[in-house]
């Protein structure tokens, strides 16, 4: 069993910065690809970025292309989310997820198996 604790959401202004942590415990972290997602208000949870197993390959979404970055520290159960150059339209909570062992990234919401709790995120303009 994968445990997941999201931080570091908070208010910022349109074009700041947030850096996103994901803290893990239970099971063996660097044998699961990882994700983000996030959902806003009305709108159903949706794909954020991807990173398998080993950090050496990553996929984001077209609206976050060039301005995320996800990167992962297995030694310290670690994922994180870098957020540069935030819109409005990112205000959403953000969640972490695991998916079970595997090579590649996973972009399917359905096929992660362990979730946080969500941080949330608010970018005024």
């Known amino acids: 069993q994968v445990q997941l604790v999201e931080s570091g959401g908070g208010l910022v202004q349109a074009g700041d910065s947030l850096r996103l942590a994901c803290a893990a415990s239970?099971?063996?972290?660097?044998?699961?690809?990882m994700g983000w997602f996030r959902q806003g208000p009305g709108n159903e949870r949706e794909f954020v970025a991807a990173?398998?197993?080993?950090?050496?390959?990553?996929q984001y979404a077209d609206s976050v292309e060039d301005r995320f970055t996800i990167s992962r520290d297995n030694a310290e159960k670690m994922v994180h989310l870098q957020m540069n150059s935030l819109k409005p339209e990112d205000t959403a909570v953000y969640y972490c997820?695991?998916?079970?062992?595997?090579?590649?990234?996973?972009?399917?919401?359905?096929?992660?198996?362990?979730w946080g709790q969500g941080t949330q995120v608010t970018v005024s303009s």
């Open positions: 997820a695991a998916a079970g062992p595997r090579g590649g990234v996973v972009l399917g919401l359905n096929e992660y198996a362990y």
């Open positions: 239970g099971g063996t972290f660097s044998y699961y690809p």
């Open positions: 990173i398998n197993w080993n950090g050496g390959r990553t």
